[in-house]
C-alpha cells in the first residue's frame, strides 16, 4: 500500500483510503509526476488500518466474464453520443426503467466534465433518459471520485434507491472495498476496459495553448469523435473541440499533440497502470464494457474504428441485463478469449518500456509555466525516438 510504502506502483488514484478515514487524516497532494497522490496526517491518524483494508493494490477479488457479446446501439442517437457502440447507455437506461417499475429511485454515479473542465465522478438521480447523456463518451483523464463512494453508502442504506456506479476497474474496487466487499442488492457497477489516462494537470496544461492558438475559451471537448471528418469518414480517434464563438474542429492523433500522446505515446500514465493487476481477463465489475477492436475478423461488416462495443456479463446479476441489450442493440456473440487478442487493456502489463528519465522531462516541462504543451511533447516524442533507436 503507498501510504506505508511510498511506492507509487502501489497507488491507482482511486480515492478509497480517502473517503474511508474516518478522522479525515488523508488528503492528496500533486506529485512531480503530476499525479495525485494520499498524504496522512501523522496528528489526525490512528492507526485503524481502515486505509489498507480499502486499498485495491491488496484485497481484490475478481470474476471470470460468463457471456461476451459485442454490440451496436440500434438507436443512431445513442450510438453517436457514445464512445464505442453505445453499451453504457443502454445499461444506464435498463437500470432506470427496473427502477421505475420497482417504484426505487435511480441514481447514477459517473464521470463528466465539469464547468472548468476538471474531470469529476458525480452522483445524479436520474429520471429522465436526457440526463444520461452528458455522461457518455471516454473522458481521456483520470477522474476525481472525490466524496462519492461516502455519498454511495448513504444512498445504499435506503433500500428505496438504486445506484449504478461506472467507472475504470480500480474505481469499482475501491468501491467494493469502501463497502466491506459484501455483495449490496441495489448497487450494480460497470468497469470500463482501460489502458490508463493522463493526469488532469496534463490536459489543463494543453487547454490553455488550445484557447491561446485559437483566440477562444473551450465550450465542450468531445473525445471518440464520431462526427465525419473532412474526407467523409468516421474515425472515433479523433476529438471534437467546440469554442464559445461557436467555431469547432475535429482533430485526429495525426494533427493533435494530446490525442497523439494518448494513442501513440501513452507512457505517461501513472507508474501504477503499467503494473496493473486490473490489466487482466478476470474483471470486478458486474459488467466490462470497451471497444472490440478484433471483431471485424470475425463479422467483417463491422468496424470497430466507428464504434463496436465489446460487453462482458461477469456476475449472475449482470445477466438480467441481456434482454435489454438484445433488444436495444445489435449484438454479436463472440468468444472472449479470441476479442481479448485485439484488446492490450484485457491482457496482464509487461511495465512501462520507457526510462523513468525521459518520463520526468516531460513531466517537469508539463509543470513549468513557460514551457508549451506542444513543446512538451515535441521533446517526449523525440526523446522516445531516440531510446527505441538504440535499442
Known amino acids: 500500500m503507498y501510504l506505508t510504502s511510498n511506492n507509487p506502483e502501489e497507488c491507482y488514484g482511486c480515492g478509497a483510503c480517502y473517503n474511508a478515514c474516518s478522522k479525515q487524516a488523508i488528503s492528496f497532494h500533486v506529485s512531480d509526476d503530476t499525479y495525485r497522490y494520499p498524504v496522512i496526517d501523522s496528528n489526525k491518524c490512528v492507526d485503524c488500518g481502515e486505509c489498507g483494508r480499502v486499498c485495491p493494490s491488496q484485497n481484490v477479488s475478481f470474476n471470470h466474464p460468463k457471456i461476451c457479446v459485442s454490440a451496436v446501439a440500434k438507436d443512431l442517437g445513442d450510438w453517436e453520443r457514445s464512445s464505442s457502440g453505445g453499451a453504457f447507455k443502454v445499461i444506464a437506461l435498463s437500470y432506470l426503467r427496473r427502477s421505475i417499475l420497482m417504484n426505487k429511485k435511480f441514481y447514477l454515479c459517473a464521470c463528466a466534465w465539469d464547468c472548468s473542465f476538471k474531470v469529476k465522478h458525480k452522483i445524479e438521480q436520474v429520471n429522465d433518459a436526457s440526463q ?35 467507472g475504470t476497474p480500480c474505481q469499482v474496487a475501491g468501491l467494493k472495498l469502501f463497502l466491506h466487499g459484501r455483495r449490496i442488492e441495489n448497487l450494480f457497477c460497470v468497469d470500463l476496459v482501460c489502458k490508463g489516462a493522463p493526469s488532469q494537470i496534463i490536459f489543463d496544461k494543453y487547454k490553455v495553448e488550445l484557447e491561446e492558438t485559437y483566440g477562444q475559451p473551450l465550450k465542450a471537448y468531445t473525445f ?35 490525442v497523439n500522446i494518448f494513442y501513440t505515446m501513452s507512457y505517461h500514465f501513472r507508474p501504477s497502470c503499467y503494473s496493473c493487476q486490473f490489466h487482466s481477463p478476470l474483471r470486478v465489475g458486474d459488467i466490462t464494457i470497451g471497444d472490440a477492436w478484433n ?30 441489450i438484445r433488444r436495444d442493440m445489435d449484438t454479436f456473440d463472440c468468444d472472449y478469449s479470441f476479442m481479448i487478442e485485439g484488446n492490450n487493456a484485457l491482457k496482464v502489463s509487461d511495465g512501462n518500456p520507457i526510462p523513468k528519465d525521459i518520463l520526468h522531462h516531460f513531466f517537469l516541462g508539463i509543470m513549468d509555466e513557460k514551457k508549451y504543451f506542444s513543446q512538451c ?8 525516438i531516440m531510446y527505441k533507436s538504440k535499442k
Open 224 to 258: 471518440k469523435n464520431k462526427k465525419r471528418l473532412d474526407n467523409g469518414t468516421i474515425y472515433n480517434r479523433s476529438a471534437k473541440i467546440d469554442f464559445v464563438d461557436n467555431s469547432s474542429r475535429i482533430v485526429t492523433r495525426f494533427t493533435d499533440d494530446y
Open 132 to 166: 444520461i447523456d452528458k455522461y457518455c463518451k471516454s473522458k481521456y483523464v483520470q477522474s476525481d471520485t472525490g466524496t462519492v463512494f461516502r455519498e454511495i453508502r448513504t444512498l445504499l442504506s435506503d433500500d428505496e434507491n438504486n445506484v449504478l456506479f461506472v
Open 377 to 384: 511533447v515535441k521533446e517526449y516524442s523525440e526523446s522516445i
Open 295 to 324: 471483431i471485424a475478423k470475425i463479422y467483417p461488416d463491422l468496424n470497430p474504428i466507428k464504434g463496436v462495443s465489446l460487453i462482458l456479463f461477469n456476475t449472475n446479476q449482470s445477466e438480467s441485463v441481456l434482454a435489454d
